[in-house]
Structure formats: structure tokens, C-alpha cells
């Protein structure tokens, strides 16, 4: 979408849709952000070290009527020249116990409803792991301090692993490594408990087997995964643990190295690892003091590694520093991430030794938002 049609959205929508809605009796809400990031990052030339820029645009529609709820969310991205659909699903609550939620929709994996808290999210987002979502259906089931989660997912949210230009990180088609997600089966299972005064632990498990389609044999191989995952929370700290193992038996051409496969997200296909293990630990802390117009602010350090099971390959990590606060309808990060031999933090993949940039990098990023 052109600069100039994103515009007239941000200054038209906001003020024209909620009018309609509240005239007409629809029951629906709008929302959306407008971001702006600055960021300086050391392996760069001098020139482009450092930059302002328009980052993305994002529309939310949600509502409810009778037993049913809905919500969508499409973003603009202008730093990278792209749109794409986040989620879009429809949900159908039976009673207090069970509800369905089908269309494209949250992957049920791990921490939720994030195993990160910065802007940047953990290495687990970029190897499909984090707010992944995918053209599918969940049933949920909550009782006590019991959830249980059970989904199928046809595809991945396009059903087009060739296209790149999306939010979450799938098994891509590079000309090269040519799979595709075909079918996938998640189940988890979450207990929340107060064991100590003014505390709250979740504790899961987490469960993914899905076929992975190569296109150039036309045979399916297959992947599985599965994950620890536990939150603490006692004011004003939060830790955060998450372990998964991951494993994708590729039915690859003859010949073709089977230790790697293509995913992409934002325009850009990378290679990560085949097999590995993930750590993700996070500690949190809220500062105490009340301000007159900001919301608390939020400190965090967060590792995330990524351990591939080749013994020639080369571990991926990522380890980001920030606080978070809002200020009305603005909301701020400030993260410095560093990171090595990773993806989106200079590296040139995941969990692989593909020789370019395999030294710690590091990366500014400031990030202003405005949220209605």
C-alpha cells in the first residue's frame, strides 16, 4: 500500500468507522496503532547505522452477538513494504466451560499469551514458536485452574509457502528448500495455582505434529515438538522459563542437505536449523513508584538460545534489555538486543553455520507507538 493511501486510512478510520457502528447498532470495536522506530545497529555501514522511521499501521475489528465473538487484525508494514493478516477467526462459547475458535488463529504452543515481553520477542517467535497463527480451528477447555487446549491447522495462514510477506514465521518455499506446512495437530495443557501469598504459577506442556510437504518430491515428511513452559508472577517480579525440542524429518530431494529448511516472515526467507532445542528465561520487574500519567514501567532482561542438534552446526542467541511504559494512547519500548549468529538481530540465519556475521551483534530500538 502507497504512503499516501496508508495516510488517509490512519486519519479517516478512526473517525468515520466507530460513528457507523454506533449508528447503525453494529456490534463490532475498532482499534489500531500507528508506530514510529528509531534503531542503531553496529554491523551496518556508518550511513545507515542509525534511522527514523514510519514502522507499521494495524487495524483491529472485534465484536460479539449472542454466543459468538469475532476479531481480526490486519497490519501495513511501510519499513519493509508489506501487508499482511495477523489473526482472523470466529469463536463460539458452548458455556462457562468450552469454547471453538476457527479461521486464522493463535497456534496453541507455550507460553501465552507471549514467552517475551519486549518489542523484539524471543528467538522462539523466529523459528514459528511465539504468536504463531495459521488457518485452522482450537477447541478450549477451562475448569478451575485447569485450560486445555486441542487444534488442527490445515496450512499456514496463506496456504502459500512462496509468499513472504507475513507476520508469522512459517516453513517457506526459497526456490531452493521448498517445503510447505500440510496439516498440524497441537495440544496443551496449562495449570494455574497460587502457591504463595499474592503469587500466581502457570505451569504446561506443550505438544506439536504436523506433515511438511516438499514440493519438489511431492512426498510428505513430518515434524514434532514439544515444550516445558512456566510463569511466576509475584508482584512486582515475573519469571518466565520455557524449554521446547523440535525435530523436522524433511522429505527432501536426493542430495539436498536435510539439517536445514526455509522459513520467512517479513519479506524475508532465512535457513534455520532442522533440529535443535530452545531456551527461553526471562525476568521481569515492575517498578513500584505510581506516576500521574504513565502506566508502571516495565523492566525486563530476556535469553532466548536456540541449541541446533548438529554437532557441526552453530547455537543462535539472543539476549534483549528494556523497559516498557505507556503515556495515554502512546506506548514505548526501549530495547537494546544483542544478538549472535541470529536472524533479525544480524545474523544470517538460526541454529546454523553459514559463515557471515556469526560475532555478537547489537541493536537500539526504540519504538513509539500510538494505540486506539
Excluded at 33 to 38: D, E, L, M, P
Excluded at 161 to 180: H, I, L, P, T
Excluded at 324 to 352: A, E, T
Amino acid at each position: 500500500m502507497k504512503k499516501t493511501t496508508c495516510t488517509l486510512l490512519t486519519l479517516a478510520l478512526p473517525t468515520m468507522l466507530p460513528v457507523q457502528a454506533q449508528e447503525e447498532g453494529l456490534p463490532f470495536e475498532l482499534g489500531g496503532h500507528v508506530r514510529v522506530n528509531y534503531s542503531h545497529i553496529d554491523w551496518a555501514e556508518d550511513e545507515l547505522r542509525d534511522g527514523l522511521e514510519f514502522e507499521s499501521f494495524r487495524l483491529n475489528v472485534s465484536g460479539d452477538y449472542d454466543s459468538f465473538s469475532y476479531k481480526a487484525e490486519y497490519r501495513w508494514y511501510e519499513n519493509t513494504d508489506f501487508n499482511t493478516v495477523r489473526y482472523a477467526d470466529l469463536t463460539y462459547t458452548f458455556d462457562e466451560y468450552w469454547k471453538a475458535t476457527a479461521g486464522i488463529t493463535k497456534v496453541p504452543f507455550g507460553l501465552q499469551p507471549f514467552a517475551s515481553n519486549s518489542f523484539w520477542f524471543s528467538a522462539n517467535y523466529y523459528i514459528g514458536f511465539e504468536d504463531d497463527y495459521d488457518a485452522g480451528a482450537v477447541v478450549e477447555y477451562t475448569r478451575g485452574d485447569w485450560t486445555v487446549q486441542g487444534g488442527y491447522f490445515l496450512n499456514d495462514e496463506y496456504n502459500d509457502a512462496g509468499r513472504f510477506g507475513r507476520y508469522s514465521f512459517d516453513v517457506a518455499d526459497n526456490g531452493e528448500f521448498r517445503n510447505k506446512e500440510d496439516g498440524q495437530y497441537n495440544l496443551r495443557v496449562n495449570y494455574t495455582g497460587n502457591f504463595t501469598t499474592r503469587s500466581t504459577t502457570d505451569i504446561g506442556v506443550s505438544f506439536q505434529q504436523g506433515d511438511i510437504l516438499n514440493l519438489d518430491t511431492l512426498d510428505s515428511g513430518d515434524m514434532t515438538a514439544y515444550a516445558l513452559h512456566l510463569r511466576h508472577i509475584q508482584d512486582p517480579f515475573q519469571v518466565d522459563f520455557q524449554f521446547t525440542d523440535f525435530d523436522y524429518d524433511l522429505a527432501a530431494p536426493e542430495g539436498q542437505p536435510t539439517d536445514r529448511l526455509a522459513l520467512s516472515s517479513f519479506e524475508f526467507p532465512f535457513l534455520a536449523t532442522s533440529a535443535g532445542k530452545s531456551y527461553v528465561a526471562n525476568l521481569v520487574y515492575t517498578l513500584p513508584m505510581k506516576f500521574k500519567s504513565l502506566t508502571p514501567v516495565k523492566c525486563y532482561t530476556e535469553y532466548s538460545r536456540v541449541e541446533p542438534d548438529d554437532d557441526a552446526a552453530l547455537a543462535s542467541s539472543q539476549w534483549v534489555n528494556g523497559c516498557s511504559f505507556g503515556w495515554s494512547k502512546l506506548y514505548v519500548y526501549i530495547d537494546s538486543i544483542q544478538g549472535k549468529n541470529m536472524w533479525f538481530s544480524g545474523g544470517p540465519g538460526v541454529g546454523l553455520d553459514l559463515g557471515s556475521r556469526q560475532h555478537t551483534t547489537h541493536r537500539l530500538n526504540i519504538s513509539l507507538g500510538i494505540y486506539f
